[in-house]
């Protein structure tokens, strides 16, 4: 049984200063440790990307944007984790929640989340809100040195 809500982030799921065109790419890259990991299986990045155009994830948080993109169903999903993505310049996601003519997010941080238990995806979303809500913390993600320095800011503030 997963403990979906003692989640942390591990450093093997972090990548720092990655390229990307766009929304789509930006997913798959953030999706890539997930799939080496074994964490999800081939699939992953496309359910979340399907996801995302019904229902767009783009947070205009400072500050930097943020997206939490996630698939709609846990049928990909081998072992519940998160993955986070630190890009070295943002890519436009449209904003959660928004209105067709809302502008877009400027996104530099993408937290993919693979989810096992879709009854977990709500405490898991709160718990990332609180997190991501917090400008010193955000500063410091894009301030950090390593993928280790990156998940232990963050798993400091999740909990």
Not at 12 to 36: F, N, R
Not at 131 to 154: G, Q, V, Y
Request: negative net charge; contains cysteine.
């Amino acid at each position: 049984m997963n403990q979906e809500k003692n989640f942390s982030l591990e450093a093997s799921c972090v990548q720092l200063d990655v390229a990307a065109s766009d929304w789509q790419e930006a997913i798959q890259k953030t999706c890539g440790p997930l799939l080496e990991g074994g964490y999800v299986k081939n699939g992953y990045s496309n359910d979340v990307i399907a996801r995302e155009k019904q229902w767009a994830t783009g947070l205009p948080t400072m500050p930097v944007g943020v997206a939490i993109p996630h698939a709609l169903t846990p049928d990909n999903v081998v072992e519940a984790q998160i993955a986070a993505c630190r890009l070295t310049t943002p890519v436009q996601f449209a904003q959660s929640g928004g209105l067709a003519d809302d502008a877009p997010v400027d996104v530099r941080l993408v937290f993919v989340l693979a989810l096992k238990d879709p009854k977990s995806q709500l405490n898991l979303l709160q718990k990332l809100m609180v997190a991501i809500s917090d400008e010193t913390m955000l500063t410091a993600l894009l301030e950090a040195k390593t993928p280790l320095d990156f998940s232990n800011i963050f798993n400091a503030k999740e909990q």
